[in-house]
């Protein structure tokens, strides 16, 4: 009977050969620890300080992480355009996809206990903080359940367990904030650090080196990031700045390179806790325009922008890594974005259901409690003002 129903089956056996061979040589994606060394992908430019080595190390884990953690970002970022063009999002907002890698690199070489500020470009920063998209969008629409209960808007993403201090919208003027954070940290011996972030717009601002002075003069923990994605709101770095080199007066880092990224920071944060303030230069790229108001494409060519998209993209660079090292298939990395597009459409379902503020909150959060404006009555038409 067994060699008769053999024979009887041999025929289907072979039509499903290909197909068998097939599923085997399809494994799962990788979850492996075992550490890989990676070549960053241009050396790093030092200035008064060894430059960190060129090779990386990370896992396959990691490698996967990244690429799952950019592709949520850039797919968050589109989102909120699309809401902005349909007026769900008002006031300003700027967006961040193509700088990925920066958000990424960073957190995966610090540690929550480290603070980040920075400034109007915030959203990525705060989901590589720990943040959710559902604050994300709530806060963009000016919900309830936004980060800042729906009152900061694109500009001022906040959240102080993870030590992530916004957020700003003057220009520059997150830095001698940051370098305040850097000095609560040495005062405290917290053994941390403080990254504060600015463009190279802000990069010659007067605060900004008023800052840096006392940071040095005090050897705070304190590490200057410029994110120079070329161009100031629509004004191109050689044309905003006498020397465009004047930037490299710190470490040059690949910023479109999530582990030179990460290389950097760990050096850097190495480099702050025994020695003081050090600045990095993240060489970076913007796909959107400045804001929703700047089209992007009067003050550069659309050729530059899809040559930057072919040669640089942060996400292209982590999914050629993870297919020429075998941890992945096409199709997977593909399933893993159509996975964080479901996610973006969810949470921004769920972000519309979310209330809008109580018009009283307008009169919360600006003084000490107890002092300040406060409405009350029926109708909360009535006001009370109680001043120290």
């Known amino acids: 009977m067994a060699l008769s129903h053999l024979s009887s089956s041999s025929r289907s056996s072979t039509l499903l050969k290909p197909l068998i061979t097939s599923y085997l040589l399809r494994r799962p994606i990788s979850t492996d620890s075992t550490p890989l060394t990676i070549e960053t992908s241009v050396p790093f430019t030092s200035h008064q300080c060894e430059a960190p080595s060129r090779t990386v190390d990370t896992s396959p884990k990691e490698l996967l992480s990244f690429f799952r953690d950019m592709a949520l970002m850039r797919r968050m970022e589109i989102a909120a355009d699309s809401l902005y063009k349909a007026k769900l999002v008002r006031g300003f907002c700027h967006l961040y996809d193509g700088q990925e890698a920066v958000a990424i690199g960073m957190e995966a070489a610090i540690t929550k206990k480290d603070a980040i500020i920075t400034a109007y470009r915030d959203h990525c920063t705060f989901l590589g903080r720990g943040g959710n998209l559902l604050q994300v969008f709530s806060e963009l629409m000016g919900r309830r359940d936004g980060c800042s209960r729906g009152k900061g808007g694109s500009m001022h993403f906040y959240k102080k367990d993870a030590n992530f201090y916004g957020g700003h919208g003057i220009v520059g003027a997150q830095v001698p904030l940051g370098c305040g954070l850097a000095f609560a940290q040495k005062y405290s011996k917290d053994e941390a650090v403080t990254f504060a972030l600015y463009g190279d717009g802000a990069a010659n601002q007067g605060q900004l ?126 399933d893993i974005e159509k996975e964080m597009r479901k996610r973006v459409d969810d949470a921004i379902a769920q972000a519309k259901e979310s209330p809008m503020p109580d018009p009283s909150e307008l009169f919360t959060n600006v003084y000490v409690k107890g002092y300040g404006v406060e409405s009350y009555g029926a109708d909360r038409k009535e006001f009370r003002a109680v001043l120290p």
């Open 209 to 334: 080196f008023e800052a840096l002075n006392i940071s040095a003069l005090w050897d705070l923990p304190a590490i200057l990031v410029c994110e120079n994605n070329h161009y100031g709101m629509g004004t191109a770095e050689w044309r905003a700045a006498k020397s465009p080199s004047y930037y490299k007066r710190g470490d040059y880092v690949d910023g479109m390179d999530a582990l030179a990224v990460k290389q950097a920071c760990k050096f850097a944060k190495e480099h702050a806790l025994k020695n003081g303030p050090i600045i990095l230069e993240m060489d970076t790229y913007r796909y959107h325009g400045h804001s929703m108001s700047d089209p992007g494409s009067t003050y550069r060519t659309r050729d530059e922008i899809t040559g930057v998209r072919q040669e640089r993209d942060p996400i292209e660079r982590i999914r050629k890594l993870i297919l020429s090292h075998d941890l992945a298939t096409e199709k997977e990395l593909k």
